[in-house]
């Protein structure tokens, strides 16, 4: 099926077309073709001078600011390493722009916390640094509200007169259309409507019945089955315990009162040496997750498929795959067998086995990110390495910090754990506390431990809070 069939369609320099039409009559299709960004399977294209496009959902970068935003029209023109300050003369340009447009105290709020009126003056600015000579608006008003639809059609036409621009814009409203626009192209089918009245979208008057699906069992009734099925599956595990549960829940009970310090006991516990013993694990979390997130950011992006080509992605992948398999205590005892006893095992364990966790996340964060707002990018001339700085880095990033935060919880109890096996911490005062049958440390050491992963995940939630 053709989208567009014999359009013959001449716009004069200077002019503003406007095209109507029905949805699916070919509008979008036809600028996409005017952009640049579909070729005509047959016919010929001829375009006088530079053009820049403003996309109907816009594809802002939301999380940076209306000036970034603008500045990013001029990423075609500017090196990688002078995008990340841009030169002073494109700053003061998107400026005046955002001035002009009438964002000049809006210059640094995020694009997320603009209205849609804003974000769209934010868009036109940012078409208007490609210094075009044609503008091609893809439904610019189409979410906006009547009175900020008026507002921008007829900035689009203030800005057209002031720099002798050439503008093509697709409307759904006709009266909009016949206000600004010196000509007007109805596109019917793929063609250009001769007569055909506003409005007429040619589409039959009762919508095609649609066959009932078949009846299915509710996905919930099948989750149980599944899961009765694997219970009784696995309850073999449980054939050299006891044939009943009686009097474990009271043997439970007196074990977990033996954890309870009496006050003589309580001047018994090390606290000092306690609070060290934890502070240091608090020290290899922290210095496992960062050295961790340091060799997992490139790993990730080396594994992302909107990032590097299937034959470099997948490999990598699957070598991710295999190292994850590894547990963090394996990990611990390999590096305390490498390096011996002490805290740079316990690190060096905890780096290791975050690696793997962190690649995963991180690169499901970077196919995750939008991908509209990078393909804007490229057609403003963007590199890849610059559409990956500029529109997936700040889309990814709250999801690249929660993940490290969550790694950084998880790490606090690890590392606890990998003392045991002679890596640090204070998992070897649990071990000793354990073997010499010393319950009241062993609770005192679950009591500090559980005020630590409190306080961490305090931290996590603020941190998230402004992240986000």
């Known amino acids: 099926m053709r989208a567009l069939a014999g359009v013959d369609l001449e716009v004069p320099q200077g ?47 939301p999380r940076a600011s209306a000036l970034r935003n603008v500045l990013h029209g ?30 000049g105290h809006r210059l640094h709020a995020p694009v997320r916390t603009l209205s849609g009126g804003e974000a769209q003056r934010v868009a036109i600015a940012r078409a208007l640094m490609q210094d ?60 250009v409507a001769r007569g055909a ?19 299915r069992l509710p996905s919930s009734l099948g989750f149980l089955v599944l899961t009765g099925v694997a219970v009784a599956l696995s309850w073999g595990v449980m054939a050299g315990a006891p044939a009943t549960f009686e009097g474990a829940f009271g043997e439970a009970l007196r074990f977990l009162a033996r954890l309870v310090p009496t006050p003589a006991q309580m001047d018994e516990i090390p606290w000092g040496e306690l609070a060290r013993s934890l502070l240091d694990t608090l020290r290899m979390a922290v ?17 992302a498929r909107n990032i590097v080509p299937p034959w470099l992605g997948w490999p990598v992948r699957a070598a991710l795959n295999l190292w994850r398999a590894v547990p963090s205590i394996v990990w611990a005892l390999l590096f305390v067998a490498a390096v011996g006893l002490g805290a740079m095992a ?14 995963k996340f991180f690169y499901e964060a970077f196919e995750g990110a939008e991908t ?40 606090v109890r690890a590392a606890s754990v990998l003392g045991i096996v002679g890596a640090g911490g204070i998992g070897h005062d649990l071990k000793l506390a354990v073997d010499w049958s010393n319950w009241h440390v062993v609770g ?25």
């Open 15 to 61: 002019a503003h077309v406007a095209l109507i039409g029905p949805s699916g009559s070919g509008k979008s299709s036809l600028v996409a073709v005017l952009a640049g960004r579909l070729a005509p399977s047959a016919g010929r294209v001829e375009i006088g001078g530079r053009v820049a496009r403003i996309h109907q959902d816009l594809r802002l970068v």
């Open 74 to 103: 001029c990423l075609g023109r500017v090196s990688l390493w002078q995008s990340f300050r841009f030169p002073p003369a494109e700053r003061q340009r998107a400026e005046a722009l955002l001035r002009r447009v009438g964002l």
């Open 132 to 191: 075009p000579d044609i503008l091609l608006a893809d439904e610019p008003v189409a979410s906006l509200d009547p009175a900020n639809a008026a507002a921008i059609m007829g900035l689009l036409d203030e800005l057209r007169r002031e720099r002798g621009l050439t503008l093509v814009s697709v409307l759904h409203d006709v009266a909009l259309a016949e206000a600004h626009a010196d000509t007007i192209v109805r596109l019917q089918a793929g063609h």
């Open 197 to 215: 009245a506003p409005g007429q979208a040619g589409a039959p008057p009762f919508p095609t019945p649609v066959a009932a699906p078949p009846p």
């Open 287 to 303: 210095l496992g997750t960062v050295l961790a997130t340091v060799f997992a950011l490139p790993l990730a992006a080396l594994a």
């Open 346 to 359: 316990g690190v060096l364990g905890l780096v290791a086995y975050s690696l793997g966790y962190l690649t």
């Open 372 to 411: 509209s707002a990078a393909g804007a990018l490229a057609e403003l001339g963007a590199s890849g390495m610059k559409r990956f700085v500029h529109a997936v880095w700040p889309v990814a990033l709250p999801a690249l910090a929660g993940s490290v935060l969550f790694m950084l919880e998880y790490n």
């Open 444 to 468: 005192a050491i679950l009591a500090l431990l559980a005020l630590a992963v409190i306080a961490v995940d305090a931290f996590s939630a603020w941190a998230r809070a402004r992240i986000g």
